[in-house]
């Protein structure tokens, strides 16, 4: 099995352009974690401005529909009102969970970046918070948000409606918190919506793991982003101006986040698009089956180096870098 890691930058190390499972240097540096059948293309810093892998061991919550442990608040923004599960404390990190909802791998996600020293704001914005994954409620979680005016799931190079209300969440949570700016990690459904966040000032991370809209239902739907000409105009001024990066996790045989999506982004953004890639084609090294989606969520395994845990610690280090003072 090979990986390759394509460096725009300079590293503290240097490797080919392929390289074997044993040839690979551990990381010291986002978007330098080579593990077997992972390709990264991206960023990466000086020795200097590493984060240290220090978060300890992580808090995993049972597999419960309580979210006993989240304080719930409804909040509302223009004519819109949903429920926030809120804990921890800390600079925050705004997640926008996937079909079907807050299930326990979503809240389990957020318990990790508690673990590490951040307040989380959980939006429900479908589903039965707490509900576990069954393929008929996502399902039926699907159908009924595509025809949602609110997320546009078939447009191409629009803003959704529902980006207000995001946004909006967004200050919101960065008031509360204080810090820096906040995070943003969406998933799946909610994939792209974290970058076209990043018009907002107080957004600093944006996370898209498994981003799947627009449906690609097209050729030009395959290679779309989900925002706005002049959003993302915005953004690439911004990711420039402020040196911030746009982290992006897809298995390289999900259907629902063609290829061709990375490749728009590494066009737009270049060396500040962090994509990870992770193998799960016929006889990939982890065994992920070919409908392998949820990086951060249902595949998620906290072994050290399995390349789940592995793109969980690199988010984790960009919110310490760019969201702890």
């Known amino acids: 099995m090979l990986s390759r890691v394509e460096h725009a930058m300079k590293s503290p190390w240097s490797c080919s352009d392929w390289v074997t499972v044993a040839g690979v240097p551990p990381a010291r540096c986002w978007g330098m974690r080579g593990s077997g059948g992972v390709k ?46 809120i804990a921890g404390s800390g600079p925050a990190v705004v997640v926008f969970p996937e079909i079907p909802g807050i299930t326990p791998d979503v809240a389990d996600f957020g318990r990790r970046v508690i673990q590490a020293g951040f307040t989380v704001y959980v939006a429900s914005l479908f589903g039965e918070p707490g509900k576990a994954f069954s393929g008929r409620y996502a399902g039926t979680t699907l159908a009924k948000q595509c025809v949602r005016r609110e997320f546009l799931a078939f447009a191409r190079n ?10 909006s969440l967004a200050t919101r949570a960065h008031r509360e918190c204080g810090g820096p700016g906040v995070g943003v990690v969406g998933m799946c ?15 600093l991370v944006p996370v898209m793991s498994q981003p799947s809209m627009p449906f690609a239902i097209s050729k030009k739907h395959r290679s779309d982003l989900h925002v706005a000409p002049d959003d993302l105009a915005q953004i690439k001024r911004r990711v420039v101006d402020e040196d911030l990066c746009v982290i992006g996790f897809r298995f390289t045989a999900d259907r629902l986040v063609p290829a061709e999506r990375f490749e728009r982004l ?9 994509g990870v890639e992770i193998d799960s084609g016929k006889g990939n090294e982890h065994g992920f089956a070919k409908k392998a989606h949820s990086v951060l969520t249902a595949e998620y395994s906290a072994e050290p180096n ?14 310490r870098q760019k969201l702890q003072p």
């Open 306 to 319: 399995h390349p789940t845990n592995q793109a969980m610690e690199l988010v984790l280090d960009h919110f």
């Open 40 to 85: 990264v293309s991206g960023r990466t810093n000086s020795p200097n401005d590493c984060a240290s892998n220090a978060s300890g061991p992580f808090y995993v919550g049972a597999m419960t529909d309580q979210l006993a442990d989240f304080d719930l608040r409804p909040m509302r923004f223009g004519d819109s009102t949903y429920d926030v599960y």
């Open 189 to 203: 459904f909610t994939g792209n919506f974290a970058l076209g966040l990043t018009v907002d000032p107080a957004v």
């Open 158 to 167: 629009k803003r959704a409606p529902i980006t207000a209300w995001m946004r």
């Open 266 to 274: 590494r066009h737009e953004f270049g060396d500040a698009f962090i």
